[in-house]
């Protein structure tokens, strides 16, 4: 299949559902898995655009070390610490804890700031089977070649979010292939693994496991900062726990993401905003 431009315009065919004036359990329950003892504020970022996004209650899993300091930075999330190995990251006895917390939750989003491990590696194997709406990002993607398989008989089609290396590691290949062909490789990531795929880049592509693929041509150089794709992360997680489905969710992540980006550009310039200054942009433009 061709790809279809996305546009704003386009996201009329996939409205995101309507929020009305229930308390914070009817506007949706997410947990954000992040963090790490050198890499805390990936999870400050994602909780925040999450937020932003809509999401209604937030809970954050992350290292012990850093918990009390993630629970000030987000005053609005539960923040939950949990075992930590000598490296900074998630020992193996946090694994039960978080796919716990996973079951209680309308959504996931699980990657941002986690460092590659053995530990990473089985928290993304309970994730794949929770059957919840997951979006999956950053050092978890590195660990999630072992569960293809589970991840493609998942009840609903997990989100994945890489950038190229991240992509080599998904595929198993050389990280020039990729960005050689992302086209290719993203549609070969989303049927391997039965995932809504973006390929990240100055255009992004997002491929469904059944063909149909959409290019973004956002091309903002100043989304191309440290912790942007932390962001977008917790954007497409709290629309998903909100209640959108996968799709909708990524297609209206990608956009906002690439709005706020534009929005900042005509604001502060077309280089030099922090991805800390995205999130804030990202209510006035759902209500557009």
């Not at 299949?1 to 065919?13: H, I």
């Not at 409205?15 to 359990?25: E, F, R, S, T, V």
């Not at 693994?193 to 290019?215: C, F």
Request: glycine letters at 14%; charged letters at 20%; a negative charge.
């Amino acid at each position: 299949m061709s790809a279809v431009e996305l546009t704003r315009e386009l996201l009329e065919d996939f409205p995101l559902p309507k929020q009305g004036n229930g308390d914070k359990h009817d506007h949706g329950k997410l947990l954000v898995v992040a963090g790490s003892r050198s890499v805390p504020g990936a999870a400050v970022l994602c909780a925040e655009a999450a937020m932003r996004a809509g999401a209604g209650k937030l809970q954050i899993a992350t290292v012990e070390s850093i918990a009390v300091q993630l629970g000030i930075a987000v005053p609005e999330s539960r923040s939950v610490g949990l075992a930590e190995a000598s490296d900074g990251g998630f020992a193996d006895s946090a694994v039960d804890d978080i796919a716990g917390l996973a079951a209680d939750v309308d959504a996931v989003v699980a990657g941002p700031g986690l460092l590659e491990s053995s530990a990473c590696e089985r928290i993304a194997g309970e994730l794949v089977n929770a059957g919840t709406a997951l979006a999956l990002d950053a050092g978890i993607l590195r660990s999630l070649r072992p569960h293809a398989g589970q991840s493609k008989h998942s009840m609903q089609p997990p989100v994945l979010l890489p950038h190229s290396g991240e992509m080599a590691s998904l595929l198993a290949c050389d990280q020039d292939a990729v960005e050689a062909d992302p086209e290719g490789c993203g549609r070969a990531c989303a049927e391997l693994y039965g995932a809504i795929t973006l390929m990240k880049g100055a255009d992004s592509r997002i491929v469904h496991p059944d063909g149909r693929l959409w290019l973004y041509r956002g091309r903002t150089p100043g989304l191309g900062v440290s912790g942007s794709g932390d962001v977008l992360a917790g954007i497409v997680g709290g629309l998903l726990a909100r209640g959108a489905d996968p799709l909708a969710a990524l297609l209206w992540g990608v956009v906002l993401h690439g709005e706020a980006g534009n929005a900042l550009s005509r604001k502060i310039g077309k280089v030099g905003f922090l991805a800390r200054e995205i999130p804030d942009e990202i209510p006035a433009l759902l209500s557009d």
